[in-house]
Structures are given as C-alpha cells and as structure tokens.
C-alpha cells in the first residue's frame, strides 16, 4: 500500500510513533498532536493529507481564528501540522511541506542574517587584496563559502583532509559526525596554493626544531591551529576592506549566504540539509523563510508598481 493509499489517521499513527520513539514525547503532547492532527482532518473533509497544499493549511488557520481560538491554540495546531509534514517528507510520502513558509500568530522566528552575491565577491576580493597573508586568508574565505562550513570546523581543519588536490573534503562536525563537501575549483585552486606556502613554511621551521602541524591553518598557540576569534577579526577587517557592514559579517553569515545563495539555485532542501551537517531538516527549513523574505525586497526594490508616485 502506497502513503497516499493509507488512511490520513494511518498517517498521524505513524507521526505520533516516530515522535515517541525518536523524541520521547510527553503523553500529554502526544495527546495534543493527536487532537489537533485529528481536527485538521475533519476540517479537510476528505483530503488526504498527501495533496494538501499550502492554501488548505492557511485557510484551515483561518477557519480556526474564526471558530475563537485562541493564538496558542493556533499555533500549537500549526506546529502540529508542520511537524506532520516534515515527518512525511523524511519517509517520503510527500515531496514537500507545504506548511514550512506559514508563520504562526505569534512572534515570527528571527531570520538569520545573510549576504548578497556582490557582497560576498567583495569579501573575497578583499581576501585576495589583504596586506597580511593573502593566501592563507584567501583560502580560509573560499573554503567557507564553498563548504558552508562552520567556522570551527574550518579553523580546525586537518591538513590530510587537503591533500592530493581534493575535489571533496572530509568534514568532522557536531556530535563527532563526519560529512563529505564539494570544493569549487577557485577554493580547490586557493587551497593548492596555500598548502604550498604552508608547507614551506612548516619545513622551514621543521629544520630549526618545530614540530610540524597537523592543521591547515596552523598556529603556535595552544589550540595548535587558527582560533575562532583570530578568524572573526580578520572577516570584520575584510568587511571594512570589502566596503561591506561590518554589522552585516561573522564566519556564519558565509555559512547562511552559502545556504541561501545554493537554495535560490534551486538546490533542494535535503541536499543543502546534508551539506549544512544539519541533524533535523527543520533547522535547514528556516532558508526558505530567508529566500523568501530576500524575493520580497527584491520585488519592492525593483518591481516598477512598487514605487511611490
């Protein structure tokens, strides 16, 4: 039997078993999805939850504001909703969620902060005008932007991981879990120079005695590599260079413009989900909100019925 064939009570079954196996779920929440699911359900008359669109979830929000409910109420139901989705986009019975771009009648979730392609080229020309190490830092800015690496996880980079001229890098993330990432020819290209340099460099001090680093951006502190902090100062300096906010600039606004930049391509969710090394497909949702709420400036910008006589 297909998903679509399965009744949608089969379908809330199934969620409210995920959720208490994978989630622990409270009995009392579990008794509150059921409810809710249950009642959207009813509201659908006949709909299966497998052709429902983002038009039924909103009107069946608005259908419960008209009824008095109150705005936990609406939101809890939403959330529900919204959960159901993402439960069967993950076993795929669905392709989408078509609840993941409403927002609930709450406060809306703050958006993170991203950057524009001509901001992030400047960043990069920055990088490759700077005064004090070019290369290394070149590297570090390409790397991020085609990796959308954390920045721990770039600062700390093993430099086996670059050896060999990769088109690949073996990432070591949160939770110890490791993850393949594609490397553009112009990081791939600024990684083989920098590891030149590098090497020199770690030969050089070899013969006096140093041992040699294990890092790609080493340093001789005590983490052994590039720390976090050296890395967020010389991206606000890149900014000031760049003519970009430095307001606008950390190593996660790189991460975000990489995953907004990649999405408004058309790269699927789960795709960028995997090269996020996100654990939940819900963290990686909130890039819709970002590309969406980036298309409406985009329209009030430009859009000629959009300007004031």
């Not at 529900?80 to 009648?105: H, T, Y």
Request: hydrophobic content about 40%; glycine content about 6%; proline content about 5%.
């Amino acid at each position: 039997m297909s998903a679509s064939d399965r009744p949608n009570a089969n379908w809330i079954q199934a969620f409210l078993e995920a959720q208490a196996a994978e989630l622990d779920a409270a009995t009392n929440t579990q008794l509150a999805y059921a409810r809710d699911l249950a009642d959207f359900s009813d509201w659908l008359n006949g709909t299966h939850f497998s052709k429902v669109t983002q038009d039924h979830v909103e009107k069946y929000l608005i259908w419960c504001d008209s009824q008095g409910l109150a705005k936990s109420t609406r939101a809890r139901r939403l959330s529900a909703a919204k959960q159901l989705f993402r439960f069967a986009f993950e076993e795929g019975w669905r392709e989408d969620n078509p609840a993941i771009q409403i927002s609930g009648p709450g406060r809306d979730k703050r958006l993170p902060k991203t950057l524009s392609h001509e901001e992030v080229d400047a960043l990069l020309q920055a990088a490759r005008g700077a005064k004090k190490d070019p290369l290394r830092t070149t590297c570090l800015m390409e790397l991020l932007y085609a990796t959308g690496m954390r920045v721990t996880e770039l600062v700390s980079l093993p430099v086996s991981a670059a050896r060999g001229d990769p088109r690949m890098l073996l990432v070591r993330g949160k939770g110890d879990k490791e993850r393949m990432v594609p490397l553009s020819p112009p990081a791939r290209a600024a990684t083989a120079v920098w590891l030149k340099t590098r090497d020199e460099a770690e030969d050089s001090a070899f013969k006096d005695g140093t041992p040699r680093s294990k890092f790609l951006f080493p340093s001789r502190g005590k983490l052994g590599h590039l720390t976090r902090q050296s890395f967020f100062n010389l991206i606000k300096d890149l900014a000031v260079a760049g003519g970009v906010s430095p307001a606008k600039v950390t190593p996660h606004t790189l991460r975000h413009a990489f995953a907004t930049h990649l999405l408004a391509g058309g790269a699927d969710l789960r795709s960028i989900q995997t090269l996020l090394g996100h654990a939940d497909v819900a963290t990686t949702e909130i890039y819709t909100h970002v590309l969406d709420e980036r298309l409406k400036e985009l329209v009030l910008d430009h859009h000629p019925l959009a300007k004031d006589d």
